[in-house]
């Protein structure tokens, strides 16, 4: 039965490692803010984190039976609270709707996006040691905006367009001393980024030739985040009756995603074509084309630092989390943004999260809602892209629950939780030309299972 487990789990990892780069390459969306930066911040967390407003600092699921095994790669620490082998795969359904007042209209879009890919396990579980890998998106830019005009008696019409983003293939470590956890992710970053501007005239006694200049930019560097935690105890009360015990702890926790400075390999090139009876663009005449230029961009780095409360209850069942609730805040330092040695149109973001779970009656088993963990969260700040001018505002608010698919007493070796988060958020206020309403659905599913057992008897 175990090998068989495995079996099938090492499968599923391998074709959800395929189709995560499949429908990557597949996702569409029209955003004309992924223009600025790196793109549009996709939210890399995991599910319940983003059901919880974004909480990831100081989150950790701990030996609770009722939460089950969740990897928070944002903090690396907690990698040494890993007990049992977990495989965590994201999906995310995002749906924009972008406003704008001058010109006057609204644009709507909806994708499918994958939001991570991971796998951890404890090294050693009495020396609270533990390891993690995966891989993640960090932003996406894709975006097609078309303009008309007069110029000198002809009209003439010009289309911006981009595609690209950024990834991340991360490994971490994580160690856990009583109260004390620490850890750090390494890996690798890397993206591309293209755009391109098309003009076209309209006439009808004269030909233009229609012109297309397009740059194509890849980079890449290994990264390096910090983080750490500390849990304590406020409160603890023991019913010598039925020998349980409720607990009132605090944890706290905070993280460092180090400055990166990104090899970049950039390609330019400007041409006039012709379009042929198939849509296809036939080139004219080149007028510059260069390759292989080499520069740097800069990725700034971004500290997030929280809280969390949680009452717990211990009894002859195990140890169950009753409810939780944080807060937490994050910076990025934007300005520090440098892409071919030039700044771009960004500010310092910055973002204030809020977030509570809790769990009905998790240890009675009276019925299957009683053991869902239900969750929400709020989250406002600031953006870091500044279009206009006017800076963006940014706010969100979260709801979401945690499935039990297999009860952790029926199966002592396997526990799966589907995990759904909703959020519903805006770019942007009435000082903004173009302001993005959105609702993301993201279902993570969280597949544990003892793999590695060193068999007695066969």
Known sequence: MQSVSSTTGRLAFVVSFISFFAISSSAQVNSPFSRYGLGNLVGSQHAISRSMGGLSAAYADGNNYNVGQAINFNNPATYGSNYMVTYDLGLSIDSRKLKSNNPSGTFSSVYLIPSYLAVSFPLNKAKGLGLAFGLRPITRVNYGVES???????????????TGGTNQAFIGIGKKWKNLSVGLNTGYTFGRKELSTTKTFYNDTLQYFESKSATQTNFGKVFLQLGVQYEFTLSKKENTADKSAKSLLMRVGATASLQQNMNAIQSISRQTFVVNAAGGLIEVDSIAKQNDIKGTIVMPATYDAGFMIM????????????????????????????????????????????????SPN?????????????????????????????????SSFTLGAGFPIRKWRNYETQYTVVQAAVQFGKRGSSVNNITENYTQLTLGFSLSDVWFIKRKYD
């Open 148 to 162: 008309r005009a007069r110029l000198a008696g002809d009209s003439i019409g010009t289309i911006y367009e981009g």
């Open 311 to 358: 009452r717990t209850l211990t009894n002859s069942r195990g140890n169950f989390q009753l409810w939780s609730a944080g807060l937490e805040f994050t910076t990025t330092q934007w300005t520090k943004y440098r892409y071919y040695g030039q700044p771009d149109a960004l500010n310092n973001s910055w973002a204030l999260k809020m977030g509570a779970q809790i």
């Open 362 to 394: 998790p240890d009675g088993g009276t019925s299957y809602l009683s053991n869902v963990n239900y969750r929400l969260g709020f989250q406002f700040g600031k953006d870091y892209i500044n279009a206009d001018g006017n800076g963006l505002k940014h």
